[in-house]
Nanobody
Framework: QVQLVESGGGLVQAGGSLRLSCTAS????????MGWFRQAPGKEREFVSA????????YYADSVKGRFTISRDNAKNAVSLQMNNLKPEDTAVYYC?????????????????WGQGTQVTVSS
């Protein structure tokens, strides 16, 4: 059974940092791009960041560029999202996902596997 499990969410004050982690089991995703999406209450799920299978290419939504950093460790079948200078508008459930392709993707239908999500709440 393929599983993606996120961790690292929580409550933080504006300006603070959190590091989200996602560990995959059931199969290796070293040939797949990985991504992070988020969904705030009452809003549609949106793209946050993606990383290519090798980790050599990354892509960010404009809203998080310069504040978030995505990375991956293929030996551990894991991907992380370092989030700095968090803002209240970053509050959402964050989802890890594995793409159907090796290159970075920013549309959710291009992702085949999804985690359950982890809550990030940023207080003002």
């Amino acid at each position: 059974q393929v599983q993606l499990v996120e961790s690292g969410g929580g409550l933080v004050q504006a300006g603070g940092s959190l590091r989200l982690s996602c560990t995959a089991s059931g199969r290796t995703f070293s040939n797949n791009a990985m991504g992070w999406f988020r969904q705030a209450p009452g809003k549609e799920r949106e793209f946050v960041s993606a990383i290519s299978r090798s980790g050599g290419s990354t892509y960010y939504a404009d809203s998080v560029k310069g504040r978030f950093t995505i990375s991956r460790d293929n030996a551990k079948n894991a991907v992380s999202l370092q989030m700095n200078n968090l803002k209240p508008e970053d509050t959402a459930v964050y989802y890890c996902a594995a793409a159907m392709y090796a290159t970075t993707r920013d549309r959710d239908f291009e992702y085949a596997y999804w985690g359950q999500g982890t809550q990030v709440t940023v207080s003002s």
